[in-house]
């Protein structure tokens, strides 16, 4: 019995305090999840399928080594979030881009994975409390509900920010502002915690995606240009350099007392049903009101008498044969300025048109990631940027005509 003892509180250290080191490891790595996937898809030219391959064997890879420690060790489980959120990211870009799911299908089918992972997780362990990991059944729950989230959070992020046309900028000062009345209603409201950790954790990926995309993004785009080359690194090494702290100063270390957090008064139980219960249908209101508001919106905004995307797609035609005629010269430079072009026009018309046709936008949408990848990578191949192009641009013009 001892020894068994000895071993729960060996794997009670595997998971990390939350202090705000962990919340801001955790924006910055899911920053890193946005532009790092980016990097690898478009910049090395490794495309969505690729990249996705290489970071799910890394991601494994990693969760493997973090299950086989037997105490928390900040390299190893950082590491572990760092690839689970760009494995998670490309999860949902993978079924939006590749397969052609829409993102309200994504969003639906994520939330309820997420909301079951929770139910099996507290009717087998009656508690969600990251600080009671220290057995595998609750550690495989613990990485499950993470996945889940990160994809959940790609799919509502990419939902409002690109689809209903909010911007990633409008959207994250709205996460920031509901991830501050969660606190407020944890510090004076008396909201459960664990709710509010995982309210937070899941809000904090669109945070972190719309932060990556202001700093990656090009000036004239709204951002500060420093692409997802530079923030990528910038952000690798701060999280790195924290690591670096929290392993020498260990304190993120301390395992709290499991038995205050779980033992709860059966009023209390039922008072975290209640919070639960009133949250998520204020998430829904608000949610689901937001979506149907927008949409109106858009719709509004297009002429009701406008059911094709004939004539909608001359300008994204202009924009890739002038880049033909730059790769034609070889200038590679002015080629991936016209990239820079055709993303931020093509992302800010992508609520109208969308709205028009989806199923031909999404199919333009993945010739144009093609294209990016081709334009975009560290050394640009003239016949597959042609060809690549020159597909894009056909597909185009058939949509226009």
Known sequence: MQTNQNKMKLLLNKVPEVTIFFWIIKILCTTVGETFADFLNFNLGFGLTNTTLLMGIAFFIVLYLQFRTTKYVPGIYWSTVVLISVFGTLVTDNLTDGMGVPLELSTAVFSVLLGLTFLF???SEKTLSIHSIYTRKREIFYWLTILFTFALGTAVGDLYSEQLGFGYLHTGIAVVIIIAC???AWKFLNLDGILAFWIAYILTRPLGASLGDYLSQPPKNGGLGLG???TSVIFLIAILAI???LA???IDTKAKN???ETNQTHGSKKSVLTQTISVLCIFLVVGIGGYVWRSNDIASQTNSA???LIG???DFAKIESDMINKINAKDFTSAKKGADELEHEWDTSEPKLRKIDGTTWTKIDGTIDVVLAAVRSSNPDVIHCKSSLTQSLSTINGANK
């Open 121 to 123: 997780w507290y009717l």
């Open 182 to 184: 969660v606190f407020l």
């Open 228 to 230: 997802t080359t530079g």
């Open 243 to 245: 690591i670096i702290f």
């Open 248 to 250: 020498v100063t260990k």
């Open 258 to 260: 499991e038995t205050a």
């Open 306 to 308: 406008q059911t094709t």
């Open 312 to 314: 909608q797609l001359t």
